[in-house]
């Protein structure tokens, strides 16, 4: 898939795409990956456009014994 996202030069598991104020993460273990975004219409997207490809499970709790918790922006 090429979505115009660029490789780390630090670690080659994690993506951007984007700029400073308004970019997204990508970051890819084995047979899974963990989308960090700021604004949600990228990362809605992001993943349809994988979905096509992929079977995508959404809103994981925990992954790799580390802990999820939305918190909403004020």
């Known amino acids: 898939l090429n979505l115009g996202f660029k490789k780390s030069p630090h670690e080659p598991c994690i993506y951007s795409k984007g700029v400073t ?3 997204t993460f990508v970051a890819l273990y084995v047979d899974g990956f ?3 975004w700021k604004n949600k219409s990228d990362s809605d997207d992001l ?4 979905s096509f490809n992929f079977k995508v499970k959404d809103c994981i709790k925990q ?3 580390i802990r999820f918790r939305k918190l909403k922006m004020l």
């Open 21 to 23: 104020s308004n970019v």
């Open 34 to 36: 963990l989308i960090f």
């Open 47 to 50: 993943k349809r456009a994988i």
């Open 63 to 65: 992954y790799l014994g």
